[in-house]
Every structure is written in C-alpha cells, then in structure tokens.
C-alpha cells in the first residue's frame, strides 16, 4: 500500500485541499500520514478514518519513507526540504503547490485538464516532480483550454483583477479591517438623508490618507482603491506575477513555438476569485460564433456566459463563482483592433482551480499511474 505523506494542510490552500479530498473521498486505498512543522505528536485532521499522530515536517528520515510527498507549505520550505531529501537518495513523487519547483527542469506544471498529455509523457519519462501553476496562468488556461488547442492563438494580453485572498490569510483580514474602518468612519453620514456623496467621498479620502490606517500586509489602501503592482520586479518591467503568464502558460501547454502572453496584474478588493480581461490576437479571422464554441467546448469546467447585461451582471463576478469550480467566460466579442482580434472577460475560484484543485487531481493521477 503507498504511503502518502500530507504537509502544509492547516494553510489557506491546504485546508482547501483538505476539504475537496474530504468532500470527495479521496483518503483510501493508501496509507495517509500528516505533518507538521510546530506541533509533533499532536492530533492530525479528522478525515473520517483513523491516523497516526502528527509527524516532524523537517524529519527527512520519516520524510524518505514516503511513496508520494504532498506540500502546501509553501516556497521556504520547499527550498529547505527539498533539495535535501532528494540529496539522501529519495526517489519518491513530490507534489507541491508552491511556486519554487515550477520552472525547474526536473518538474511539470500540473493543470491536467489542459495538459494531460504533458503530465502522461513525463511520468513514463519518470519525471517525479509535480508542481501547481501559478493562480491566475491557470485560470486563463482552464478558459481558454479549447481556444489553445485549437492552435490559432498567436499572442494575448491578460489584465488581471486579483482578489486578496491571493496575497494571503493575513491580507484577507486585513481587508475586511479597512472596510470596517471605512464603514464605522461614514456610518453616521449613511444614516443621514441629507448627506451628500461628496461629503461621503471627502470622509472616505481622508480615511485612506490617514497614517493610522491598517495597511501592515498590503502597505497601502485596497478597500476603497487598487492596486497595480503584484509581486516582485524584473529588468523588463514586469512584476515578477506579470512575467509568469508566458513563462508558465508555455511551459504547462509544452509549447514547440512559445506564445506570448503578456499583460498587468492589479490587486482588487474582492476577497476571493481572480478575473482577468482577455485581448486575445489570432492568426485568422474565425467566425464568431466558431470562437465561442471552441471554448465551450474546452473542458467540462469551463461555461460560455452571454454577451449580454443581466447574464454579465449574474454569472461572471467573483460573487457568483466564490467556492465553485465554474470557470464563466463573458464579453466575448470582436475588436476595433481588426477580426482576427477577440476580446473575453473570465473569473474563477484561484484557491480551487488556481491552487488546490491541480494538486487533488495531479495525487489521483499519479496514484492511478503508480498502480496501473
């Protein structure tokens, strides 16, 4: 029977994970045991059947006598452990959600429903790292998965609208801790009928220029305003975030002929959910109405949205998608730009499809491939 180790599953995405594995009886037919970075011995997650207490997540000995490693501990550790591990002979699989292993030679970028074909031929290759794909790459991906296989997409441009749940648990709070600010502050003159927006506006302006407003995770105001900048910057001008569209996208698709995929990343105040505005430049004038089937035809995550007001307003916000794997693509249309460029808006859970929901099936995949 495999042993299957489990790291990092208090987090944000690892109890995500922990949940879907749950909701889909996931935990069978192979021996589960958790670890932990800070509380050895303790009591692991109930996930209906009976485990051992909780293993040393640094014990690279109990570490090695895993079949399969699972982590959603996040880069430092995988910086730490792994290299270690595989340096004392270990030759088990190690899936991960963080982004350190993504662009290493020895690993591939899972999102199966798009790139099946990659992940098979790496395994019978005997490729045994296996990484999560960077949130909103994956996304994109899982929008436009028929549109890619189609082969007539030369470049896009994606303009991103992140959530803060993408920053973290500590930036979730802290924007809910802004909105709380801004709404004790203007309570009184909401209650007011003759307060005027201006006077609302002016209050709020203030409130956000204020040095005592909570900005210890974000730096600078979300609620209320946006921010453009995500990540770390590169000599191009990119952020790091930015240059991730086309370093993953070909790496995922295993591009002969990379596509350039290149665009800005802004941090929104929804909470969860990443959306992202689609320019996308093809090599032929294709119909419409062909576009439009090609990606809903892509996989069965993926749902064409109307290009119309009520369908948009209802169906392709982050509201609507929070906590479900639908991933809705809208407003699709021609440009001014010339008929072989086509526009799209789309938006998806990035703690499901852009996190957790690769590494669920990428741990099916290979148990199945394991035992076949």
Not at 90 to 119: F, K
Request: proline share 5%.
């Amino acid at each position: 029977m495999l042993k299957i180790g489990f790291v990092g599953w208090r987090g944000m995405v690892g109890s995500v994970l922990m949940d879907r594995m749950i909701r889909e009886d996931d935990f069978k037919g192979y021996e589960p045991i958790f670890y932990t970075t800070s509380n050895i011995g303790g009591e692991g997650p109930d996930i209906g059947i009976d485990i051992p207490p909780l293993s040393d997540a640094y014990d690279i000995g109990l570490l090695s006598t895993m079949d399969i490693i699972v982590t959603c501990q996040g880069g430092d550790y995988t910086k730490k452990v792994y290299p270690e591990i595989r340096g004392k002979g270990w030759n088990g699989y190690w899936i991960d959600s963080a982004s350190a292993l993504r662009m290493s030679d020895e690993s591939i970028i899972v999102l199966d429903p798009v790139n099946r074909d990659v992940i098979d031929s790496g395994f019978k290759l005997g490729i045994k790292t296996y990484v999560g794909g960077n949130c909103t790459v994956s996304l994109m991906l899982m929008a436009l998965s028929g549109l890619f296989a189609s082969g007539h997409i030369q470049w896009i441009s994606s303009m991103t609208y992140q959530a803060a749940s993408g920053a973290g648990a500590k930036h979730m709070k802290e924007l809910i801790a802004q909105m709380k600010v801004l709404g004790d502050a203007s309570g009184a003159l909401l209650q007011d009928p003759s307060s005027t927006a201006i006077a609302i506006d002016e209050l709020i302006t203030r409130e956000l220029r204020d040095k005592v407003f909570p900005v210890e995770n974000f730096l600078v105001p979300l609620a209320g305003s946006l921010i453009p900048w995500i990540d770390s910057p590169m000599e191009s001008g990119q952020t790091r975030e930015e240059w991730k569209g086309s370093s993953e996208t070909n790496k995922i698709l295993n591009t002969a002929r990379p596509i350039p995929v290149d665009g800005l990343c802004v941090r929104v105040g929804a909470m969860r959910c990443h959306s992202q505005g689609l320019t996308i430049k093809l090599d032929a004038n294709i119909p419409l109405d062909e576009v439009v089937d090609m990606i809903d035809r892509g996989n069965q995550w993926v749902k064409v949205v109307q290009n119309t007001k009520e369908s948009t307003i209802n169906e392709l916000t982050p509201a609507a998608v929070n906590g479900t794997l639908e991933v809705p693509v809208g407003r699709v249309h021609k440009m001014l730009m010339g008929p072989d460029f086509v526009t799209a808006f789309t938006v998806g859970d990035q703690l499901l499809w852009g996190a957790a929901e690769p590494i669920r099936r990428i741990l099916n995949i290979i148990i199945e491939l394991c035992e076949g």
